[in-house]
């Protein structure tokens, strides 16, 4: 006899739901093991069945416990091994923030249940008895799923400066799904694994002409993305250039020391110096210049931007500077060579480059010992920076998880660049899934894109999202290869999140009116009895 998922305890539930979210962990990098996404919401979907929406509260928390639990516990290491924070203190920390991005996921399974309640059939046809067609009936549930889903995910993409980290569609980075990135972005990709995982749930728990149905349908969603992969939605503009990025591989605890600046500054010269004849660009980690521009404008940049000029080099530089008499200073990207220019970085992380609620939080800002986290914002408008003469889309390390930060330079960008110091998260899953970010970012914009790190991992990032070479994690050493910059707008940088968004709005939208057209069971032993 097979135990029902609402039959289950509510210890069992979830465990359940917990395991499906930490096997979701695999389908992104570095394991890679994309089809893994869809198995693992489809038997998410499973726990669903038949709950109440406290149940479906607890089996979609349990979820993001395990997917964020296994996924970015990593977390605590920037705390406790570079911010000086108590083991202790830190765990308790990252352990409180996992647990309330859960509820996200927490709310997925609410919402979806106490949608279900106003249709007691069961959602899979066949398994009940809804009074519409089979069809319709499915179509509820089917709608309801992916659509609650990414609209969630989406939210929790911006609620409180965002942390987008983990969606669903960065999985198929690699996979067929991918293909759908340039048209509808990460949340498009992510609506489609998870409308991938409701087929498979409903050809799994149905028979006959529906389950056949449901197969067929996934079948279509897969050969679309993997067709809409074979179109080149920008052309090549101008002649390729050849751009390098440089990884000196410097600690947290080395950079931040005074008496190790010249030290840093002379290994990244170094690895300049040994590209200068070989290279168009040359870019540099986020704060590779471990102190204030101005401080170091005439023994540095201006000596490096003169043999740049020579070269025929632009050299792009992660740097702080501040605005002299204002008290401000900004995590910024100089660009040097035949013209200089400046971006700043605009989306701060929370704590590690400013401190929210500074008044609220009081003694719990002193536990965050963090060099230089108290950035200013950068001005709004487009991040387009001038690299001698080309518009390049510039982010600098967290920035590149938010597609419309990217979105503010296209289509004017030729290529794009983001600057990182992983270096906080030490070697674990970060820097393998940011770089993963970032290769959604190229896809998505139809441009090549040079990502420098401090530590890792270093890549060249062609415009179809593809790895052309890498800077292992915690190794020293440049990397260089021929860059094609491209001009026009793929669709999803045209109309940007919202074609996903509307499109899980309408979906949302049907799937609530189908679910509450569902007929109730007819109930038994009460005014009549049923032969």
């Known amino acids: 006899m097979r135990l029902a998922p609402s039959q289950l305890p509510w210890w069992g539930l979830a465990l359940v739901a917990a395991a499906s979210g930490a096997t979701a962990v695999l389908a992104f990098s570095p394991f890679g093991l994309w089809p893994l996404a869809v198995l693992a919401v489809a038997v998410f979907y499973l726990t669903l069945e038949g709950q109440t929406p406290a149940r479906g509260f607890l089996a979609g928390w349990a979820f993001g416990l395990g997917l964020l639990g296994f996924g970015v516990f990593w977390i605590r290491i920037s705390l406790n091994e570079f911010g000086n924070m108590p083991p202790l203190v830190a765990h308790l920390l990252t352990a409180a923030f996992i647990s309330a991005m859960a509820l996200y996921y927490g709310l997925v399974g609410w919402v979806l249940r ?23 009936a499915l179509g509820g549930p089917l709608l309801l799923l992916p659509a609650v889903w990414v609209l969630l995910e989406w939210l929790r993409g911006w609620i409180f400066t965002g942390f987008p980290w983990l969606a669903l569609g960065y999985t198929q980075v690699d996979g067929p799904l991918g293909g759908l990135a340039p048209v509808a972005g990460v949340y498009g990709v992510s609506l489609a694994v998870a409308l991938s995982a409701g087929l498979l749930w409903v050809a799994v728990r149905s028979q006959g002409r529906l389950r056949w149905s449901a197969a067929a349908g996934l079948g279509v969603l897969v050969a679309t993305g993997g067709a809409l992969r074979l179109v080149e939605w920008t052309r090549p503009v101008g002649e390729p250039l050849r751009a390098s990025v440089i ?29 200068l004849d070989t290279s168009d660009l040359i870019v540099w980690p986020e704060t590779a210049v471990p102190t204030f521009l101005d401080e170091v404008r ?5 000596p490096l931007t003169r043999t740049a000029r020579e070269a025929g080099v632009a050299v792009v530089l992660g740097i702080p500077y501040r605005a002299l008499g204002t008290g401000r200073y900004y ?33 719990l800002v ?8 108290d950035f200013s914002r950068g001005e709004a408008g487009a991040s387009v920076l001038q690299v001698n003469g080309m518009p390049v889309g510039a982010t600098i390390c967290y920035e590149d998880a938010f597609p419309e930060e990217v979105l503010r330079a296209l289509p004017a960008a030729a290529y794009l660049i983001n600057v990182s110091n992983d270096a906080w998260f030490g070697d674990s ?21 040079v990502r420098a790190t401090n530590t890792g991992i270093s890549a060249l990032i062609d415009h179809h999202g593809a790895v ?27 109309v ?3 074609l996903a968004v509307g499109l899980a709005l309408a979906m949302a939208v049907a799937g609530a009116v189908l679910a509450r057209a569902q007929r109730p069971l007819e109930p038994v032993g009460r005014g009549r009895s049923r032969r």
């Open 366 to 373: 002193q536990l965050f010992d963090v060099p230089m986290s």
């Open 429 to 449: 899953l970060a820097p393998h899934q940011h770089l993963e970010i970032a290769r959604m970012r190229a896809l998505e914009a139809g441009r090549p894109l």
């Open 496 to 498: 940007g999140n919202w």
């Open 331 to 363: 995590n910024g990207l100089l660009s040097i060579g035949d013209q200089e220019d400046l971006y700043a970085k605009r989306h701060l992380v929370p704590f590690g480059e400013f401190m929210p609620f500074k008044a609220w939080l009081g003694p």
């Open 247 to 275: 990884q000196a591989n410097i600690q947290p605890s080395m950079k931040w020391n005074p008496d190790a600046l010249v030290p840093v500054l002379e290994a990244h010269l170094e690895l300049t110096r040994e590209r």
């Open 468 to 494: 052309l070479g890498t800077i292992p994690l915690l190794e020293r050493g440049g990397l260089t290869r021929d860059l094609q910059p491209r001009a026009a707008a793929t669709p999803f940088v045209r």
């Open 298 to 302: 005439d023994g540095l940049i201006e």
């Open 114 to 136: 106490a949608l279900g309640r106003a249709a007691p059939a069961q959602w899979v046809p066949g398994l009940g008895r809804p009074s519409l067609p089979r069809g319709a």
